[in-house]
T-cell receptor
Framework: ETGVTQTPRHLVMGMTNKKSLKCEQH?????MYWYKQSAKKPLELMFV???????ENNSVPSRFSPECPNSSHLFLHLHTLQPEDSALYLC????????????????FGPGTRLTVL | DQQVKQNSPSLSVQEGRISILNCDYT??????FLWYKKYPAEGPTFLISISSIKDKNEDGRFTVFLNKSAKHLSLHIVPSQPGDSAVYFC???????????FGTGTSLTVIP
């Protein structure tokens, strides 16, 4: 148990559906992240939020829409996804985002396994 | 272009022996390095880290070595145990900035 929870753990959706992934951290951290992990590829950073403000968007298609209402919660809203978006979506949190520091250590949730039909 | 590479997708080691997992990086601005361990159906779990001001960090059975001139780090597990069987990811962070760059992982199997 890392202190980061994600729901749902598994999700199957059609290309026309709208769904949301939820992440919650109980570590008192200020930064939260969304990653995508596809088979045989490194973790790809999607979004970074620091103190509820988005600080990074790694050229993610607009069919993925993040929301961070407070430092403890992070959502990823999904709409009109493509089959190639099927992957494991991981949420993480860290104390800070200053870079090159122990406060950067990220703690991950268990992930949501997404399948787009 | 991948800035962090783990060239061995898998490794098998006998229980009690040493496991050595390797990681190479290309960006000289990387300042902080971590190893994560991942079991199936779980998220990566932080294992051990090292800052570029050090060349070694030890935590129990786990030791991470950093060779800055070679842009190489390695994770040593001694002695290896069957419960260590998992996928191990290395990650690197630059001196400034909030992005971690991950390798593709090495799947370690410790044979009883």
């Amino acid at each position: 148990e890392t202190g980061v929870t994600q729901t749902p753990r598994h999700l199957v959706m059609g290309m026309t559906n709208k769904k949301s992934l939820k992440c919650e951290q109980h570590l008192g951290h200020n930064a939260m992240y969304w990653y995508k992990q596809s088979a045989k590829k490194p973790l790809e950073l999607m979004f970074v939020y620091n103190f509820k403000e988005q600080t990074e968007n790694n050229s993610v298609p607009s069919r993925f829409s993040p929301e961070c209402p407070n430092s403890s919660h992070l959502f990823l809203h999904l709409h009109t996804l493509q089959p190639e978006d099927s992957a494991l979506y991981l949420c993480a949190s860290s104390q800070d985002v200053r870079g090159g520091s122990v406060t950067d250590t990220q703690y991950f949730g268990p992930g949501t396994r997404l399948t787009v039909l | 272009d991948q800035q962090v590479k783990q060239n061995s997708p898998s490794l098998s080691v006998q229980e009690g022996r040493i496991s050595i997992l390797n990681c190479d990086y290309t960006n000289s601005m990387f300042d902080y390095f971590l190893w994560y361990k991942k079991y199936p159906a779980e998220g990566p779990t932080f294992l051990i880290s090292i800052s570029s001001i050090k060349d070694k960090n030890e935590d129990g059975r786990f030791t991470v070595f950093l060779n800055k001139s070679a842009k190489h780090l390695s994770l040593h597990i001694v002695p290896s145990q069957p419960g260590d069987s998992a996928v191990y990811f290395c990650a690197a962070s630059p001196r400034i900035g909030n992005q971690f760059y991950f390798g593709t992982g090495t799947s370690l199997t410790v044979i009883p």
